[in-house]
Structures are given as C-alpha cells and as structure tokens.
C-alpha cells in the first residue's frame, strides 16, 4: 500500500543523488552541456527542485519557497520568476547558472518541507481530487508519483552529465 513513509523515502534517495552530484561541483562542471542541445547539471537540479515546489506548494496551499524563503532573488535567473523549466529553450537552459551551495541549498529547504508535510496526511488522502485541469482528474496519489518520477529521473540525469563532464576533463 501506497504511505506518506514510502513517498519520504524515496525523497531521500533523490536528496542522496542530488547531493553526490553537486560535491565539489565548480561553475565548469555544473555548466557542462555534453551538447548544445543537452542540459546541464546546474539546470537539472533548479529545474527538479522547482517542480517539487511548485507542485506540491500548490497541493500544501503555500507560497512556493521559490518566492517565499528568497531563492528567486538568489538565483536572479534572466527569465519569468514563475518559471519552472517546463518547455524551455535549449538556450533558456544554458542560462541556469548557480554555485552548487545555492543549487543544494534551494533543494534542501524544498526537499525538507516536503517530507515534514508528507506524515500529516492519511491514506485515505491519496484519492483526493488535486487538480481537475486534467482528465481524469488528478489525485493526491497520481500526483506525488509524478513529482517523484520527475525528480528521480532528473536527478539521474544529473549524475550521468556529471559522469560524462568528468569523462570530458571538465
């Protein structure tokens, strides 16, 4: 059965991975496209981190930390603040430039507001209707395996353009 305690930890392998890309991460490393087309490091962990925020702050009825706890201004990225990275040009991508405490800091305050919410929820709240955009509607349930697919995929790229940068000598 589908648990709050299932959905944290899986979080934390994404934390895991996310933090083992960024350690000792300089600007060459984290801007590294293997092309022009492809994304970096740098882009992969704001854009994972914006979709956890922005989805589940919705879900939560909070302001995303983004804006809130001041990472818009930190990161002062040249494009719309509500952005997300969904739909972004290759150029747009190649844009996201943050030192590696600024990209980990970001998702630490994400990733720990997540898993502090995620126990005050029952199992009945899976069904719950969050979003009715979509057909069919999208649950509680539907939607933090989205975030979570999302992220894990995104934070795996992460690490394989890390593998392929320091293959490269960056």
């Known amino acids: 059965m589908l648990s709050s305690y299932l959905i944290a930890e899986a979080h934390g392998h994404i934390r895991g991975i996310v933090h083992v890309v960024l350690e000792d991460a ?3 490393l ?3 496209r293997p092309d022009p087309e492809a994304n970096s490091i740098a882009w992969l962990i704001w854009h994972l981190t914006r979709v956890q925020d922005d989805h589940l702050s919705e879900i939560m ?3 995303q930390l983004w804006e809130s706890a001041g990472w818009a201004d930190r990161f002062a990225l040249p494009f719309d603040r509500a952005a997300t990275g969904y739909g972004q040009t ?3 991508t190649g844009q996201v430039r943050a030192d590696a405490s600024v990209l980990a800091g970001y998702y630490d305050a994400v990733h720990s507001r997540t898993v502090a919410w995620l126990p005050t ?4 709240d899976f069904s719950r209707v969050v ?3 979509w057909t069919p509607p999208v649950t509680l ?6 975030v979570l697919a999302d992220d894990l995929q995104h934070a795996g ?3 394989y353009v890390r593998g392929l940068a320091e293959r490269a000598g960056r």
């Open 90 to 92: 290759a150029e747009e």
């Open 61 to 63: 009825n909070e302001e």
């Open 157 to 159: 790229q992460a690490a």
């Open 30 to 32: 984290l801007t590294f």
């Open 131 to 133: 979003d009715t955009r």
């Open 141 to 146: 349930a539907v939607r933090l395996i989205s």
């Open 26 to 28: 300089d600007e060459q």
């Open 121 to 124: 929820f029952t199992a009945a």
